[in-house]
């Protein structure tokens, strides 16, 4: 719309694709920060076992509700203080990690799944195949995902399995709406066609020619649901349904430092923070990821 | 427009029905209605009878049939754990919700929609990407821990805010910008971008070759053609709202739908789940159907066609 | 006894800023038009003839820069008005039609609507009041059943009905100047006469001085008191019309003018005339005449020196250190080239 005039450009030789992606990711302050933040927490929650100073289910009632070590109270034994059972923050905090990064990327894989081959199979074959998988999604967007998901964990059995299984079941939804799309779009470009027309099997078209396509679409997608997940079982555990005690999960030391938010407020900023945190992480990643791959469609 | 009318509402009730089918059937298996309430430390002869008694023992797709027919006339059934009738139990907790969920998608409006017009007419500045940062943040921060949060600044150090009850409008502040901050994220981002294209079409250069003033071009020609898609994210964070008011009525203590849905999760009460999550579901599917029929009565191009 | 032409462009220069650099859109062009009178400013897609027009109208996107040694219409500088000040004179004493008819209206405003605003903004009408001046200027530009029109929805009519409410919408407020920029390009060809012929009368009723944007020779001949030729961004002959078609300075120019096959004196099967090459880059250090690459007459200097606009006639201007002399005949132009 703009009226700028046609630039002859200068012939140069241009980068490879990756090459051009990864300049392009790099460049992206989103993608770097983000990225770095969660390889950060990822590694910390990787090492978990040499970077805490105590266990995280140790207890030591002599050495309860510690504050954190730039507080008056705190002391280098404990950096980020201890909670009401005398457990070591940092530690929990640590192995904590371990649960939301566990959860969310499994839930994400599984989601991911589910709703990418819904979604390839309602783009490619289209007609009766896109009218149902689509009012599937329908269905999926009107479940309540939050309450659903608790009632369901809490009638099985909260755990980690449980938990893991139940969110993937619960969050594939955005997967089959993007895939499709762009399944849509590919579906009428001139490489299907030929595949076709030489005579590749369907199942073979939709893994050599589709997917590949609409992976960096997944990618992002699969992000932002590691997020959600990861969001959804902090609520969850803070409501006790979910991961059990004393298992380490951020929302459950958030709920059981709630009744100490007057005097002893970190127990319960702590977590959040964290949450916080790696939740951005995962969105300013996703995000630039989305920006990097599709520029136009900001 | 009236032919699209039936349509969309003969979508809304299939989707509905499917809901109900759905959650009834996982409700049902995932546990076993007899034990939920007879305890589990009832003897087994004690569940079997219980388990007649309810009907547990027929087919599912019996007990659905029996449960639809009942809830189409209003009746969901009593709640083991109450005590109480279901509806009974609803139509006391409803208002204190209903009341929640308006403010907070008024706030969510009221500040996302402003936010995502300022970062659209001033974009790639400061005041856009402050704006983003917020839509980020509040994407990022998990409702529960805000809240937590909001109470301890606003309520315990400097003593502004009640922390919980129903004291009237002011205990519904703090819960409202929590519930509210979840769709601010959406609905500003979706404004800017709709604002974004809009701002490049032809017929803003045509207002503005008018000489028309700013404030007429952003609101009066541009905003009302780049509403149309926030329109519909509205009605779905709306329902999304619903569950989250789980979280935020635990949080601040109030006596909603969210913590009646808590409370009978946690008693395994299974009729008054049901309900809720039957009732969440139908906010959601009118909303959504709303929303759609209002998309179509503002743009006057679907309205034809 | 000089009166001050209705509109002074005096080196207006248009740049933007983009990612591959700064590009030049708009260098040095300098034009005026008397009161009442029609010129064309001709050229091919990016020769920057519509900028020029939005340069002048002051709706250049932010990350444009102008700058004009003088910008005067009617009597106003253009160049010392701020934005609201510029915004009450846009729609008021000068307006502006453009190219897409399909896409220059509001699709969620009745027509009714944006025609009223323009009453309600600029000359304080009630709604009733401009909506009763809508209908009547509906009329004018010959749609019937105008206050049936009023609301209705731009995507209710067609492309030609579009540019009528167009061309009504914009002169309602009786503007002394207006800008046409290609309004009938995108239309069928049975409707751009009739569009023309609608601009030119009301033109003379409403005693408006217009700029016509076209790249259309034959439309220049119908309509064009005077004719500015740019070409790369630059103006490179201003003449009478007449004198134009006749005589033509540019190398440009000449090459445009034996592009169009003239019935009776064109053979059939003859070549038309073409320009070989394409228009240039805008971008990066520019020198000497923008042309040269394609000209069949370039020197050395032509690619080197800078070249002034110079006068060369009684009304007449070319930029140009060759310009083609009176006496050479004109016939080599209507036999066609190679």
Redesign the interface.
Known sequence: M????????ETVREPGPWRLLAGRMLGHKGVVIGGAILILVILAALFAPLLAQHGPFQQSLADRLQPPFWMRGGSADYILGTDHLGRDYFSRLLYGARVSLLIGFTTALISGTIGTFLGIIAGYFGGRTDSVVMFLVTIKLSIPTILVALAIVQLVGGSLQTVILVLGFLLWHQFAVVTRATTMQIRGMDFITAAETVGCSTPRILATEVLPNVLNQVIVVLTLTMASAILIEAALSFLGVGVQPPTPSWGIMIAEGKQHLFFKPWLVMIPGVALLLVVLAINLLGDGLRDVTAPEKR | MLKFLIRRVLLAMAVALCVSMLTFGLLHVATDPAIAIAGEDASAEEIEVLRVAYGFDRPLYVQYADWLSNAVQGDFGKSPYFGLEVRTLIAERLPVTAKLGILSIVFALVLGIPLGVIAAVYPNTLTDRLALSVAVFGQAIPNFWFGLLLIYVLSIQFRLLPASGTEGFVSFIMPMIVLGTNAVPAIMRLTRTGMLEVLG???I?????????PR?VYV??AL??AVVPVVSVAAIQAAHMLGGSIVVEAVFALHGLGSLAYESILRSDIPTMQAIIILFSGFFIVFAALSDIINAY????IR?S | MSVEPFVQVESLNIE?A?A?GT?K?VRDVSFSVEQGKTLCIVGE??S?K??TS?GL?G?L?PTAKRNATRLRVGGTDLLSLDR?AM??????RM??I?Q?PM???????TIGEQMA??LT??RGSSRKQALEKAAFWLEKVGIPAATNRLRQ?P?HLSGGLRQRV?IA??LMCEPEFIIADEPTTALDVSIQAQILFLLSSLQRELGMTMIFITHDLGVVSRIADHVAVMYG?QLVELAPTADLFARPQHPYTRGLINCIPIPGKTKPGAHLGSIPG??????GKLQGCAFAPRCDFATANCRTDTLALRETGSDRAVRCLYPIKPNASPDVALEGTQ
């Open positions: 703009s009226p700028h005039t046609d630039i002859i450009s | 079409s032809d017929y250069r045509t207002a503005w070759a008018k000489g028309m003033l007429q009066k020609h009302r053609n503002i743009d006057p191009r034809i | 933007f983009t591959r590009i859109a897609s990016g920057g519509s900028i939005l109208m709706l996107p609201r915004a009450d004179v846009r729609g008021s307006a502006m453009f897409e896409t220059s209206l509001n699709p969620s405003l605003e323009m903004r600029h929805y995507h167009m919408m914009m961004g394409s228009i240039p880059s805008l971008a």
